[in-house]
């Protein structure tokens, strides 16, 4: 083999081997974070039997089957795989899934990340976790339907290496807790507690918006009256013909299982807060 060809070979295996090396080394530190075991569990009472009814109406309102799928069974929600919640509420008992929604944590200790908004679930209510848990079980099983693939796997251990993929653990604060019963639609306690569950997620703890993606509600309710109101909470439409984005689905698939009573809550809620 001429000498040249012999430098080029070598030039080419030494930087497969950096490279090689590299991606080595970034799946071994997001596996780190992944497989850490945070240890003690947080004891957590989860009030039962469940309302399975309740639960079904939850499922939608507080937008589980906008990630995990229209069926539950498991959805690619960008690049991480929301699993299967109808298998995992038979696997987990009512405990394991109130901990792992309000808390972030799995059985084997690990955290779940903050592609799940555990961070506004951590005040869930015991009494509506164990509806949803019992809405789960009582669904038929269900396979996957989206099955954990290798690009899956590639794509989380990047981005937990990078340090974009927070553990909620992290996140969830050591005071958070949920009322044994939920409070009821009207009362003073109702209103901060709904909106952490169905509206921070998007625009915000506090509701003051996310800079240019979502409004600060004490503003955007300003355009409302009730009809108007009622038709953006059940159909997505705003008052006055414009093209809402997100929005637009929140109101037609969520907020339109809201009870009337709670329709009529939030609203008046929305428009007590001061305009920022
Ligand atoms: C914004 C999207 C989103 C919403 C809304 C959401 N989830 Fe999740 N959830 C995810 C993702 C993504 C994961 C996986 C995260 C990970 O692996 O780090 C997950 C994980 C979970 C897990 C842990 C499963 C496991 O095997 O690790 C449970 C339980 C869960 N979600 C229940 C719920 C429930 C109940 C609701 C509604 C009250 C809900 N989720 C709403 C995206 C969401
Ligand atoms: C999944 C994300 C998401 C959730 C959850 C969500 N919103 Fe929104 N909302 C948006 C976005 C994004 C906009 C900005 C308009 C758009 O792009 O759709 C918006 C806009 C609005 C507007 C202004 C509409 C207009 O006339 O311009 C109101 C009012 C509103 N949301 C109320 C709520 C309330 C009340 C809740 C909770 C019950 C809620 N939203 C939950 C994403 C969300």
């Known amino acids: 083999m001429p000498r040249w060809v012999k430098l080029g070979l070598g030039v080419i295996v030494a930087s ?8 080595g080394g970034l799946w071994w530190a997001g596996q780190q974070q992944l497989t850490k075991d945070h240890g003690a569990l947080p004891s957590t009472v989860a009030g039962g039997p469940g309302d399975a009814a309740l639960g079904a109406r939850l ?28 298998r995992r ?19 084997d200790g690990t955290s779940i990340s903050w592609a799940m908004p555990t961070e506004m679930f951590a005040v869930m209510a015991d009494n509506e976790i164990a509806a949803i848990h019992a809405h789960l079980r009582r669904l038929p099983a269900a396979t996957d339907a989206q099955p ?11 981005v937990a290496a990078t340090g974009e993929l927070i553990p909620n653990v992290v996140l969830v604060r050591a005071t958070d807790a949920g009322p044994a019963v939920a409070p009821a639609p009207g009362t003073p306690a109702w209103g901060p507690y709904f ?9 915000n703890h506090g509701l003051g918006g996310t800079g240019g ?21 059940t159909t997505g439409r705003p008052p006055d013909g414009r093209k809402l ?3 637009t689905g929140v109101g037609r698939e969520r907020l339109v299982h809201m009870t009337d009573a709670e329709r009529r809550a939030l609203f008046d809620y929305l428009k007590s807060l001061l305009p920022p």
């Open 245 to 247: 984005r997100l929005m």
């Open 213 to 233: 993606d979502t409004p600060a509600l004490a503003d955007a309710i300003q355009v409302y009256d009730w009809p108007a109101f009622v038709r953006l909470t």
């Open 89 to 107: 509420a038979r696997e987990w008992t009512r405990e394991d899934f109130a901990r792992a929604v309000r808390h972030g944590l799995r059985p």
């Open 148 to 158: 954990i693939t290798l690009k899956h796997r590639l794509f989380k251990a990047y």
């Open 16 to 23: 497969l081997l950096v490279v090689a090396g590299a991606a």
């Open 59 to 86: 499922v939608g309102v507080y937008g589980c089957n906008g990630c995990h799928g229209k069926a539950l069974a498991g959805e690619d929600f960008y690049g991480i795989v929301a699993p299967n919640l109808r």
């Open 195 to 203: 909106t952490r569950l169905a509206c921070a997620e998007c625009h």
